[in-house]
T-cell receptor, first 113, second 116 residues
Framework: AQSVSQHNHHVILSEAASLELGCNYS??????LFWYVQYPGQHLQLLLK??????LVKGIKGFEAEFIKSKFSFNLRKPSVQWSDTAEYFC???????????FGAGTRLTVKP | DGGITQSPKYLFRKEGQNVTLSCEQN?????MYWYRQDPGQGLRLIYY???????QKGDIAEGYSVSREKKESFPLTVTSAQKNPTAFYLC???????????????FGPGTRLTVL
């Protein structure tokens, strides 16, 4: 089964700084890739997803992620973070040959105003 | 207003008691899931169900049981056999597991279970 690694457990940035959160997975076949966000006290919600096609995907709130197949990575980026981006971010991978979704351990982002 | 509802939001139980967490969806999704979220461990899959009257164990099914008698409902029972039940439990659904493009999961608000 596939596994997912998120290398940063807690990231602290000042407003307007650029963000990159790492996500690597281990699986040799075709995958669907997702980034979810959990704002304090709110539901887990989808930021963006990759199924096929252009490896650079754009999501809500100015986030984007790039799928690099050769590196088994799907890093999340945002050029300029805001205080309201403070949340926990989860990378998830679904292998097309099985039915379960694997989540990373999550990265907590704190943006200082 | 479509979505997933979980009740209650907070639940307390005494050690040795079984407790059932509710999950209902009105999205007409075929697949439903239960996850457990612990700090620093992300989401771990407990059970999932692709269709009514069918469900599969996830990575940490021991001490848990589920049923799927109706498409919109997927209750989770935390039994007294679960050694460390205090956690945040999330229910999710997706349109259809057969279609790769339909596997995006939608989540409920969660239930925080505390065993006293």
């Amino acid at each position: 089964a596939q596994s997912v690694s998120q290398h940063n457990h807690h990231v602290i940035l000042s407003e307007a700084a650029s963000l990159e959160l790492g996500c690597n997975y281990s699986y040799g076949g075709t995958v669907n890739l997702f980034w979810y966000v959990q704002y304090p006290g709110q539901h887990l919600q989808l930021l963006l997803k990759y199924f096929s096609g252009d490896p650079l995907v754009k999501g809500i709130k100015g986030f984007e992620a790039e799928f690099i197949k050769s590196k088994f990575s799907f890093n999340l980026r945002k050029p300029s973070v805001q205080w309201s981006d403070t949340a926990e971010y989860f990378c998830a991978v679904n292998a097309l040959t099985n039915n379960d979704m694997r989540f990373g351990a999550g990265t907590r982002l704190t943006v200082k105003p | 207003d479509g979505g997933i509802t979980q009740s209650p939001k907070y639940l307390f139980r005494k050690e040795g008691q079984n407790v059932t967490l509710s999950c209902e969806q009105n999205l007409n999704h075929d697949a439903m899931y239960w996850y457990r979220q612990d700090p620093g461990q992300g989401l771990r899959l407990i059970y999932y169900s692709q269709i009514v009257n069918d469900f599969q164990k996830g990575d940490i099914a021991e001490g848990y049981s589920v049923s799927r008698e109706k498409k919109e409902s997927f209750p989770l029972t935390v039994t007294s056999a679960q050694k460390n039940p205090t956690a945040f439990y999330l229910c999710a659904s997706s349109i259809d597991l057969a279609l790769a493009s339909a596997r995006e999961q939608f989540f409920g608000p969660g239930t925080r279970l505390t065993v006293l």
